[in-house]
């Protein structure tokens, strides 16, 4: 019995000296280093690829030539909620080119209507919001910015990496969904000149006013877009129902979501009075009766 304890003590000292002997080496620091510096990038990666990503659109838009100027890294004033923040413009005679980027690899399943798409990376599947509907935001408050309630030549552009393979069954209709390599390409097949010199002259010298070179002023807006990110966020969240009005008031809340398709659901007037509508529609049909509350829709 003696002998095996002292067996198992013996172990655990020698598993103690060699312990010792490696943090009293001069290799240990470099080991505690190594792992620190793997934690950093690990919890640091989704933004080192993001400005990878954005490093690459910026060398490609710089291939556009001298009849396009380029913005990059755009907060624009978005009334109430405070700043959009926006990727890339590109303005020019032939259009304006809102350009939202997105670093992502492995299969994309897109959908033009839907609020949210799926990312699938070695299949671990990610959430992410629709970015057509994020650049539409996007190009509303560059619109309202430059004193124009409707211009027919903005074009909304989502370019990801060309790692990404994108999975959809039908084509878009409000955005170029690309890839990186493609940016050129499909700014490029808009030839025609649509809007006047003067115009895009006026447009540059009001995007010019909004950009920002100082870093403190940059890590300003930076915080003051995030806290207009967690306004709307909020704004978008139902108000708290008191108990005692609980039953009434469920009955009159609108469902935000399609159970069909995850559309988005509005309210519509037709000849039997009022309903809920799909925003997919005609391609959904759904409709839902406004007295229905949202457990049972």
């Known amino acids: 019995m003696n002998a095996g304890n ?21 290799v240990f620091p470099f080991v505690v280093l190594f792992v620190i510096l793997s934690i950093i990038v690990q919890w640091k990666m989704p933004v080192f690829k993001g400005k990878y990503g954005e490093w690459v659109v910026r060398s490609k838009l710089r291939n556009l030539g001298d009849a396009y100027t380029v913005f990059h890294d755009v907060y624009i004033p978005n009334g109430k ?13 032939h259009g304006m080119f809102v350009i939202e980027t997105k670093h992502y690899g492995g299969w994309i399943f897109v959908d033009e209507y839907k609020p949210y798409w799926t990312q699938v990376f070695y299949k671990r599947k990610t959430k992410m919001h629709n970015p057509i509907r994020q650049n539409y935001g996007h190009i509303q408050a560059f619109l309202t910015y430059i004193g124009q309630k409707e211009m027919q030549d903005v074009h909304s552009i989502i370019a990801f990496s060309p790692n990404s ?43 010019a006013g909004l950009l920002v070179k100082d870093k403190s002023d940059k890590k300003r807006l930076k915080a003051e877009h995030m806290q207009s990110v967690r306004k709307a966020k909020g704004a978008k969240r139902p108000a708290p129902v008191q108990a005692g009005h609980a039953k009434n008031e469920a009955r009159q809340v609108a469902p935000s979501s399609c159970p069909k398709c995850d559309g988005q659901l509005t309210l519509k007037t037709g000849r039997y009075g009022n309903f809920y509508g799909c925003s997919n529609y005609p391609e959904c049909r759904y409709t839902g009766n406004v007295n229905v509350d949202r457990q049972s829709v």
């Open 6 to 26: 002292n067996m198992i003590s013996g172990f655990y000292e020698g598993i103690w000296i060699a312990i010792k002997m490696f943090i009293s080496s001069s």
């Open 81 to 93: 909620w405070g700043l959009t923040q926006v990727d890339h413009i590109v303005t020019s005679v």
């Open 165 to 207: 393979t994108f999975k959809f069954k039908k084509e878009f209709t409000s955005a170029h969904v690309i890839q990186f390599p493609e940016l050129l390409s499909t700014i490029g097949q808009y030839r025609e000149r649509r809007i006047s010199e003067d115009i895009v002259k006026e447009i540059n010298e009001k995007l």
